[in-house]
Every structure is written in structure tokens, then in C-alpha cells.
């Protein structure tokens, strides 16, 4: 089981490796001076010329390619004209409040549509599976920025039950920053009271992420909860007269559920990248409310920063995903 | 353990490809949610192709405002209402879907195209070749589809040309693979064909001979994925990249109304459930396609 | 003679398919006393798997659709029983075995967990089984449980069982498996075991052993044994009695030697001539002409007669009833076919 996990930790390597190429491509071989999309939309042709001398944009690509990764290693990822920050610190700022988000996100998701597809695949062809169907449908062509919008509409403006937007009001004093996720953080403080603030703040963002992959997770865990029903394993289990339910809830769902995992991993990351949209709509301070700033100040770095941490935490969860299949799946496991 | 039944048939013959047209059409128009995302999206082509001359306000398209009818709520004039520049929203949501439509397809087509071309030359090439393709795909899946639509669009500057390619880049992938697996699969058959059409050269056998029979699969994916291209393209237009006004566009729309929240629902309302009407209209008829051509589909 | 432990009588049974109805079984009748075990014999399709699956309640009842007919076990009906009352029955009082041992097992599961769920399924209605006392609590049922599978496992002759206790099924033979599956048939201690080709999936050489296992346990547990095959091989060596199916019926049936000997209907003659020996020439294997019958639009009366050659208008009038052989032609009592021509010439076998 190590050697397997060293194996993979070292295949990460060059999988990162390709990531930052792939993302200095972008920055450097696009049309467009790269130069001035660095020095911002502002910056006055000599000020252009000395940023490009001092961080050596003039000199040939690969060696570009290398102060940039030399660049990375030690964490610089450049500066941000907006906020006037090293990327990085902004990135560990705005950080924990996107993983908050989409960890809530994924959470409600998998809790809610597993059983809801266990469920539909129960209910096979009568008239809850096919409402199931329909919704789910409807659920994954629902922007989520228009979910959003509707969201706040109706429980916040409207009936006034859940806060506008924001993560944290500011005339409340935030819990001791420990992981960086307020929910967690007001948890191990012992801080009920911020807890259920930030749970407060937490919510119709989360849900107005969650709709999306907890469609899909249903679906996935419906179809792969017919064919587990198929199998023969689960005719011997109903004829030496194991209980349905626990068959069900024990046996079919486990089989069934190795299977979707996959697809939680994958729309892990897909969440990583669609968040932009909801903290733009809920005023959510995190990676992509400081992305969508970037793009509309045409402020490059920070783009850049984002796209790498993203991209660096989509492969980690890919591996997360990977490991815990290996968990769930005896087969896969080296003995 | 199946039931053992001996079911011998004694049919007339039919035609195997015209039995599974027909079964398939039957199939489809069986569905009654499939004969309803056809609807929708045939309303959207209308829409889209004359969009701009069925409007009842087409000088609101072209930019021109109406400051003395601001904010005016829907009424027998102004189906959804007017915006803050006094713009008759239907007709700015009419000109919209020929927008969303024109680029949503504009990504697809980019998409596949290079996709098959990859995938295409990856099956067909083997060896190294193939190797190098693939990894490059694989590359580009490491980052979410949203995020490097975002960083090119922001690196190639403004427009709705940038957005399609920006967005077009995290669409190959999928079609590189696909196309890969179909070709790896047809490539057996046909280098006995190939060996004996003397002086046949791999170009030619790839682009006339693999290629055509690839393309069902292609279709169907291009199908299912045109919702997904609309929202994306709606929701580049909502954080601002790509349509720069007076270009209608739903996600763009969207993103102006969320500051006249709630006193002016309309102008943000109609424009959100057009997006969401398109893109579940092509989800309801990808699904419907995919029933028809793939019946190993969920069912 | 003390009432037979399951009695099916004249069973029908329909399935819905895309062309049509099938009748599948067409009037099953058959008596198993308490110790006997009787091999349902007969070719892919003749419903002897439905049959079986029939007494478990274990056929999926919208495609199929039981017409006139009980199934008695223990003088109750169990076409007339309810799914909860059937739970209690499976496992406990009818195990299963069937053919396949590499996807009869839980992949995911360790062989210990399945095992204990079953135990404990059983328990459920029979706390003796566990030897606990009824008011034990859940974790001392699950250690009684657990003792009892390692118990089981080394009944059935897995070696080093209590390593192997918590096991994962691919990491067992084929052989093996099928071992674990006949202790989780038996570990509920049924009444009455179902075996629908236990031994068709096997290798020949592991065969012979799980043949030689299951006499063994049938004979510890003292059980009554359905068992299902295509192979008059495993018949001879396994069964006290044998059943003979065609077309959704049976058609010969009697004590095993008796009927192996003296076969009376025209289809068991056939099937035991098509047997290849070893002393016959080359190309001198007898088959039988004919397919079978189409089951959504059999042929009238008996449905053996359009392959018979014996077949005369009668036959194709009325479907015969099993009836007892001619004393002239039977050594033993219990031997009955169906045919109205029952021919008395002893059978080369």
C-alpha cells in the first residue's frame, strides 16, 4: 500500500511539472505583449521597458521559463497592481474561503444525492424516478449564477431569513484562524454563536453551488445501482434471505457508490473552477471573486497565481480520489 | 440464472439499419421530454436566425436607449419590461439568443474540429505521436474548464472571437479522446482494406475512410455538450469577458440587473431563465439524441 | 410414508417477453421426501432453473406470472406467502446455491461480513442457531455469528480457515469459492437446499471434490436437496432420485438407478443414449433431432411429439400426466412418466 502511495506522489511530479508549463504558455506565447499585461494597463512605455528588464522578459523563453519555475519554488508568483500584494499572500488569504465553499458544496451534494439515487434506482420506472430524472435535467442546466440571484431574491431579500452576501459580518469578531475555514474554526473554538453566523453566510452559496454535481452524482449513483441490482452477488444475498434493506443500504450501496466516485473527484475539481461565478454573486471573498477582480482590472498575475493553485489542487483531489477508490475497492489494493 | 427461454423469430427481414432508424425514431418520439427539448431548441434556431428582425424594438439591439421608459415593469408594450436604459428586454433577450446560440455552436464546432483532428492523428499515428497528443490533453484537464477559459480570454484581450477560442481549448479534449478510441477501434479493419487499395496514402485513408464513420458518436457528443457551451459562454458573460455592449447577451444582462435587485426583477429574471430554458432544451434533446443513437444508455 | 418435505403440484408459470407469452412451465409436478436428493435433469430452457428459483419466490414476478398451481413446503403454499414471510424461509429453511462462483460473492465484501449477515439473517428467526440466549446483545450475536462461519469454513474444508476468515472473494480459488457458498447456503440450517449447477463453472478435477463436499454436508446436516443440472454424470454420483424435465415438464421421474436403468420415456432414452462412451466408433454420437419448442406457441399435447418416434395422433391431442410404470417394466416403486406410450425395453446404460 506505501509503495503504491510513493508511486503516486512521485508521478505528481512531472503531472505539476506540465501544469506550470502549461500556465507559462498561457502567460508567454499568447498573442499580446506580455510585457504590458504584467506591468497593467496603466504602466507608461518606460515604465513597460524597465519591467521588462528587471524581470528579464527580454531574455530567451526557456531561460524565462526557468527564473519563472525558479520563481515558483521559492513562492514568488509575481505581484498583483490591484491589491498591491505579492500574489501569494493574496492567494493564502482567499484560499480557505473557496475550499470552504466547495467542500460545503461537495458535501451537500454527495449527502443529498447518493440516497436520492439510491433511491430513484429503488423506485426504478415509477413516478419518483422519472421526477428524479426530469429535475436532474432541469438542475444541471441552471446557471448557477441565475441560482444565485434567485436564491438571494427569494431567502434574502425577500423573506429575510439568510444574510445578502458575504462570508463574515464585519461588526462580528471572527474565530481564531486556525484551518482558515470560519465554520470549522468557530467549531474548535467552541464559538457556537460565530459557527452559526458563518453557517448563516455559508449556505445559499453552497446550495446555489451544490445543485449542479448533486444532479449528476444522483444520476450516477441511480445507473450504477441498477447494474449493481443486476448482479448475481445480489441475487444470492436476496435468496439466503438477507433483509432488503440491508442489502440496500449495506451492500448495493457500497458497490454502487465505488463507482461515482470517480465522479465526485472530477467535479471536485469542475467546483474549483466554477466558483467564480457564485462568490461573485454572493460577494464571497475568495479565489474567484480575486480572479474575476483580476480580469476585469486586466491585472495578469494574479490570473496566472489562481489558474496554478486550482490546477495544483485538481490534481491532488484527483489523487485523493484515487487513493480512496483504492480504499473502497479490495481489487485495486495491493495486497 | 436468466430466465431460459427458446424464442425462435420468424419475421420478415428487415433492413438492420433502417430497423434501427426507425426504432430509433420511435424511441425518440416516445419521449415526450425529448420532443420537447426538439421544440425548444428549433424555437432557439428561429430565434436565433431572425431573432433580430422579429423584435419589436431592433434599434434597442444596436444600442440605442430610451431613457423616458427606464424600469418599466413587464406590460402589453414591453413583454419583460425595459432596463436601465429604458431597453425593451425582450427584444434584448431575442438578440441574445442568436448571441449565445451562434457562439455556443462556434465552441462546439471549434471543439470537435480540433479534437478529431487530434484524436484523428493520434489513433491513426500510434506510437509516439500518440503518446505526445494525449498527454497534452491530459494536460489541459488538469485545469477546470471555467478557470482556463478565464485566464486565456484574459491573456488574448476582449471579444467574442478570444472567448470562442478560449473557451474551445477546454472543449477538445473530450473530442481528442473520443475521436481516439473510435479510430483505434476502425484502424484494424481497415489496414487489411488499405494493404490491398495499393498506394493509398494515410492521409487520404484517415480523412475519407475513418473519419465519416466516426461521426455519430462526434454528433452525439456535440449534441449534449451545445447546452454546456451556452452556459459557459453566459457565464464568461456574466463576469465580463468576452461580449462588449451594445452586443445583447444573456449572461452579460444578467450580470448588469444583479445591482437593480429586487425592485426591478425583470431585467435580471428573463434573462436567467433564458439561459437556463436553452441550455435545458439542449440537454432534454442531447439526452433524447443519445437514448436514440447509444441504447446502452441509462434507462 | 411421512408427507414429503416439498411438493410442487402442477405448477404453471408465463413470462412476458418482447414477442409474446412464453408458458415455461407447463404442470411441474414433483414430490421430495425429507432425505432425498433429487436431480432435476434436462436441457438449456427446460425452466428446471425456474423451477427451482420458483420455490424461493425468487423469480421477478412482473415479467412472470404464476397461473394455477402451489408449491407446498411443509404443507404451506408458498406462492401464497407473503415477501416477509418468504424472508423468513430463505436462508433459514431453503438455501441456494448457484452456478457461478466468481459473481456469486460480494467483491467488496469480506467472506466473514457476508457470512454473519447471513447467520445473523437466520438468527433473526432462530436464536438457537446461534447458541446465544435470545435477550444477547447485538456484538455478542455478531461474535456467535462469527464463530459459527469459521465453524462452517472449516466444514467445508477451507484451509487455514481462521486466516482466511476475513478474506476478500478474489483472493479464493474458484474451488474455494464455491466452498464459501455452500457455507453460506448451509449456515442458516435450511431444511431444503437449492442447487442450480453448482458444479457447471468448476474445473472437471475440483468438480468431483465439491460433488463429494456437498454429499457430505447433505449427510451431516441430513437435508433434502433440489439439485439442478444438465449433467446425468453429477446425477448418477450425487442423487437418490432424479427428475427428468422437457419443455417446462417433467416427464420422468423415480429413484435414480431405477430410472437410469430402465428408462421409459422416449426424451430420458435419448438423452442417456447421447451419452458418449467409450467403447462406441467414431462418429457414432447419437443426438437428438429437432430443437426445442417454441414456449410462446408450444405444440398441443404432449411437447416431446413433434421430436418423438414414437409419436402418434394421440399424442398431439392431449398432454400426458405422469403416471406410475407398468410393474412389468419397474423394478422399484416411485418410478412414473409421462408418455402414453411407455416402451418396455430396458435401456444399454
Redesign the interface.
Known amino acids: 500500500m506505501w509503495s503504491y502511495l510513493v508511486r503516486r506522489l512521485l508521478l505528481l511530479v512531472p503531472v505539476l511539472l506540465g501544469l506550470t508549463v502549461l500556465v507559462f504558455a498561457i502567460a508567454r506565447l499568447l498573442p499580446g505583449d506580455p510585457v504590458a499585461l504584467a506591468a497593467g494597463p496603466n504602466a507608461s512605455p518606460a515604465e513597460i521597458a524597465a519591467y521588462g528588464r528587471e524581470f528579464g522578459l527580454d531574455r530567451p523563453l526557456w531561460e524565462q521559463y526557468g527564473r519563472y519555475l525558479w520563481g515558483l519554488l521559492q513562492g514568488d508568483l509575481g505581484v498583483s497592481i490591484y491589491t498591491r500584494r505579492p500574489v501569494i499572500e493574496d492567494l493564502r488569504a482567499y484560499l480557505p474561503a473557496t475550499l470552504e465553499l466547495v467542500l460545503a458544496a461537495m458535501t451537500l451534494a454527495v449527502l443529498v444525492g447518493v440516497p436520492m439515487g439510491l433511491w430513484a434506482a429503488v423506485q426504478r420506472d415509477r413516478w419518483p424516478d422519472y421526477l428524479s430524472r426530469v429535475l436532474a435535467l432541469g438542475a444541471i442546466s441552471m446557471p448557477r449564477f441565475f441560482l444565485g440571484l434567485l436564491l438571494q431574491l427569494g431567502l434574502a431579500m425577500a423573506l429575510g431569513w439568510l444574510p445578502l452576501g458575504g462570508r463574515f459580518p464585519i461588526t462580528e469578531e471572527l474565530p481564531l484562524r486556525i484551518t482558515g475555514l470560519l465554520t470549522v474554526d468557530a467549531l474548535l473554538a467552541g464559538n457556537l454563536n460565530a459557527f452559526w453566523v458563518a453557517c448563516q453566510h455559508l449556505l445559499m452559496p453552497a446550495l446555489a453551488m451544490s445543485l449542479s454535481p448533486l444532479a449528476t452524482i444522483m444520476r450516477m449513483m441511480r445507473g450504477s445501482t441498477l447494474e449493481v441490482l443486476q448482479q448475481d452477488y445480489v441475487l444470492t444475498e436476496r435468496a439466503l434471505g438477507l433483509p432488503q434493506r440491508l442489502i440496500i443500504t449495506k451492500y448495493v450501496a457500497r458497490n454502487a457508490f465505488s463507482a461515482t466516485l470517480t465522479v465526485i473527484g472530477l467535479y471536485f475539481g469542475w467546483l474549483l473552477g466554477g466558483t467564480v461565478l457564485v462568490e461573485t454573486v454572493f460577494d464571497w471573498p475568495g479565489l474567484g471573486l480575486y480572479a474575476t477582480k483580476a480580469v476585469v482590472t486586466q491585472d495578469f498575475m494574479p490570473i496566472i497565481g489562481v489558474t496554478l493553485v486550482i490546477g495544483t489542487l485538481f490534481v491532488l483531489v484527483n489523487l485523493l480520489v484515487d487513493l480512496l477508490y483504492g480504499l473502497l475497492n479490495p481489487k485495486v489494493r495491493p495486497a | 440464472?436468466s430466465?431460459?427461454?427458446?424464442?425462435?423469430?420468424a419475421r420478415r427481414p428487415r433492413s438492420a439499419g433502417r430497423e434501427a432508424w426507425r426504432r430509433g425514431l420511435y424511441r425518440f418520439a416516445q419521449s415526450r421530454?425529448s420532443v420537447l427539448g426538439l421544440a425548444i431548441v428549433s424555437l432557439l434556431m428561429l430565434m436565433a436566425l431572425v431573432g433580430p428582425w422579429l423584435a419589436p424594438y431592433p434599434e434597442h439591439l444596436e444600442g440605442a436607449v430610451s431613457t423616458a421608459a427606464r424600469f418599466q415593469p413587464p406590460s402589453a408594450q414591453h413583454w419583460f419590461g425595459t432596463n436601465e436604459m429604458g431597453q425593451d428586454v425582450f427584444s434584448l433577450v431575442m438578440g441574445g439568443a442568436r448571441v449565445s446560440v451562434l457562439a455556443g455552436l462556434a465552441v462546439v464546432l471549434l471543439g470537435a474540429l480540433a479534437g478529431t483532428l487530434v484524436g484523428g492523428i493520434a489513433g491513426f499515428a500510434g506510437g509516439w505521436t500518440d503518446d505526445l497528443l494525449m498527454?497534452l490533453s491530459d494536460?489541459?484537464l488538469?485545469?477546470?474548464?471555467?478557470?482556463?477559459a478565464?485566464?486565456?480570454?484574459?491573456?488574448?484581450?476582449p471579444g467574442i472571437f478570444n472567448m470562442v477560442v478560449a473557451i474551445s481549448l477546454s472543449w477538445w479534449p473530450g473530442y481528442a479522446r473520443l475521436v481516439r478510441g473510435e479510430v483505434l477501434a476502425r484502424k484494424e479493419d481497415l489496414y487489411v482494406t488499405a494493404a490491398r487499395a495499393i498506394g493509398a496514402r494515410p492521409a487520404r485513408l484517415l480523412l475519407v475512410h475513418i473519419l465519416p464513420n466516426v461521426m455519430t458518436p462526434v454528433i452525439v457528443k456535440m449534441s449534449l455538450d451545445m447546452?454546456f457551451a451556452i452556459?459557459t459562454v453566459?457565464?464568461l458573460g456574466?463576469?465580463?469577458?468576452g461580449v462588449k455592449p451594445p452586443t445583447p447577451e444573456w449572461?452579460s444582462l444578467?450580470s448588469v440587473a444583479?445591482s437593480y435587485?429586487?425592485d426591478f426583477?425583470w431585467t435580471?429574471i428573463f434573462p436567467?431563465?433564458a439561459?437556463?430554458l436553452a441550455?435545458?432544451g439542449f440537454?432534454?434533446l442531447g439526452?433524447g439524441l443519445r437514448d436514440v443513437f447509444d441504447p446502452r444508455s441509462?434507462r | 410414508m411421512s408427507a414429503p418435505l416439498l411438493e410442487i403440484r402442477d405448477l404453471h408459470l408465463w413470462m412476458r417477453s418482447f414477442e409474446g407469452e412464453a408458458h415455461v412451465l407447463q404442470g411441474v409436478d414433483l414430490q421430495v421426501g425429507h432425505g432425498e436428493v433429487w436431480g432435476v435433469v434436462g436441457e438449456t430452457g427446460c425452466g428446471k432453473s425456474l423451477t427451482g428459483l420458483s420455490v424461493s419466490r425468487l423469480v421477478p414476478s412482473p415479467p412472470a406470472r404464476y397461473g394455477r398451481g402451489q408449491i407446498l413446503f411443509n404443507g404451506q403454499d408458498l406462492l401464497q406467502m407473503s415477501e416477509a414471510q418468504m424472508r423468513q424461509l430463505r436462508g433459514g429453511r431453503i438455501g441456494m446455491i448457484f452456478q457461478d462462483p466468481t459473481t456469486n460473492l460480494n467483491p467488496l465484501f469480506r467472506i466473514s461480513e457476508q457470512l454473519v449477515d447471513v447467520a445473523l439473517a437466520a438468527a433473526a428467526w432462530r436464536p438457537e442457531l446461534l447458541g446465544v440466549p435470545a435477550g444477547a446483545s447485538a456484538r455478542e450475536k455478531r461474535r456467535a455469528a462469527r464463530a459459527l462461519s469459521l465453524e462452517m469454513l472449516e466444514r467445508v474444508r477451507i484451509p487455514d480457515a481462521a486466516q482466511r476468515l476475513d478474506d476478500f472473494p478474489h483472493q479464493f480459488s474458484g474451488g474455494m469459492r464455491q466452498r464459501v457458498l455452500i457455507a453460506m447456503a448451509l449456515i442458516g440450517r435450511p431444511q431444503l437446499l437449492i442447487a442450480d449447477e453448482p458444479t457447471t463453472a468448476l474445473d472437471v478435477s475440483v468438480q468431483a471434490q465439491v460433488l463429494a463436499l456437498l454429499r457430505d454436508m447433505v449427510r451431516d446436516f441430513r437435508m433434502t436437496v433440489l439439485l439442478i443440472t444438465h449433467n446425468l454424470g453429477v446425477v448418477a454420483q450425487a442423487c437418490s432420485h432424479v427428475a427428468v424435465m422437457y419443455a417446462g415438464s417433467i416427464v420422468e421421474r423415480g429413484p435414480v438407478q431405477e430410472v437410469m436403468r430402465r428408462p421409459t420415456h422416449p426424451y430420458t432414452r435419448a438423452l442417456l443414449a447421447a451419452i458418449p462412451r467409450r467403447e462406441m466408433a467414431r462418429g457414432a454420437l447419437e443426438g437428438i433431432p429437432g430443437t426445442v419448442p417454441d414456449l410462446i406457441h408450444p405444440p398441443p399435447g404432449c411437447r416431446f411429439a413433434p421430436r418423438c418416434a414414437r409419436a402418434q395422433e394421440g399424442c398431439r391431442a392431449q398432454v400426458p400426466a405422469l403416471e406410475p410404470v407398468p410393474s412389468a417394466l419397474a423394478a422399484g416403486a416411485g418410478h412414473e412418466v409421462a408418455c402414453f406410450h411407455a416402451h418396455p425395453v430396458e435401456a444399454a446404460c
Open positions: 440464472m430466465a431460459e427461454m427458446s424464442t425462435p423469430s421530454l498527454r494536460l489541459k488538469t485545469i477546470p474548464g471555467l478557470v482556463l478565464m485566464a486565456v480570454a484574459a491573456a488574448l484581450g447546452g452556459l453566459a457565464s456574466f463576469i465580463g469577458i449572461g444578467l444583479r435587485m429586487p426583477w435580471a436567467g431563465l439561459i437556463f441550455v435545458f440537454n432534454l439526452d441509462r
